[in-house]
């Protein structure tokens, strides 16, 4: 009786842990299918972006998107250093709007398409203080600037110069600044609608 009942007991327990194995499973599976670890994995993600942009950021490239970046930066606990090739003015009012949720904020003007311009950027922002993270966010404007008429070949030459050398040789200087100075984060701005094209020269040369 006792032999028997030690295989029930035993069969009971393989059952039970059959059975918890699959609850827990099926409650993996219901999570990964809600995107709870996709949004835990996107938490720990901003956490950790806070935690290395508590001191300064730059953002290179000025503009709508540059605004809401350089705003989050900000509310993130970031000083603000914003970086622009000729919207002084429009750079100058969102410092302003920086400064008054109580970070400090600067405004640079440099092409980041011309080396002496990214070198002096990079001094200047050296200058300033402890930097610790750079927004590639600057590109060329085809579409609403005097490069909407040009020829094909010089809207691609800005892209090429804007767009690929700038923020390949703004991540690789800055890159080394931070590997010097223990650490940073570099961020790059992509196409919002790179998965789709667009159509025309300048969904082509995107």
Known sequence: ????????????????????VQQTLQKLLELTNSGYFQRARERRYRQQLQRTMNQHVILCGYGRIGRAIALECARAGADVVVNCRRSVGRANAVAEEIRSLGRHASVIQADVSVAEDRQQLLEACQAIGVVTGLVNNAGADLLTTELRSAPFVDRLSALLQTDVMGTIELSRSFGQYFKSAGGGCILTVG??????????DSGELF
């Open 1 to 20: 009786v006792v032999h028997w009942g030690g295989r029930m007991v035993t069969a009971l327990l393989l059952m039970g842990g059959l059975v918890v």
């Open 191 to 200: 196409w919002d609608q790179s998965d789709r094209g667009m159509e025309g």
